[in-house]
């Protein structure tokens, strides 16, 4: 069944199986790529240092960090360096607080996808 979950807080798109009575959390190779951005740009604000690891080497990182925090990681709230018109802000921060997200988190997930098949189109 496909499901939402909070990695680091990061939300992500999954599908959720048992099988021989262990679940399985299966989260699509698009889905990894983006959570890999997302913590090479939020494991440094916690003191690490992301750069040439893999992913599993991000994730034992990432959960390093939420120990030493004792909570979810998040990224730096930014200020967007321009404006919406209101009905797009109002329909941008609805989508973010129905994923609960901010919605510069929401726009920032937005464009990695994109760019993610930007690339792949560019390269395949």
């Not at 129905?98 to 760019?115: H, N």
Request: charged share 25%; glycine share 6%; proline share 4%.
């Amino acid at each position: 069944m496909k499901y939402s979950i909070n990695l680091f807080g990061y939300h992500t798109e999954c599908q959720l199986s048992v099988e021989h009575g262990k679940l399985i959390v299966d989260i699509s190779g698009e889905e990894q790529k983006a959570l890999e951005a997302y913590l090479t740009r939020v494991l440094p604000r916690y003191g690490k240092d992301p750069t040439g690891s893999t992913l599993s080497e991000m994730i034992n990182q990432a959960i390093e960090a939420e120990k030493q925090v004792s909570g979810h990681m998040s990224e730096p709230k930014i200020k967007l360096p321009y404006e919406f018109m209101p009905e797009i802000k109002e329909k941008l921060i609805e989508a973010a607080n129905l994923q609960d997200m901010s919605a510069t988190q929401l726009l920032i997930k937005l464009i990695e996808k994109k760019y993610q098949s930007v690339v792949i189109d560019q390269e395949g």
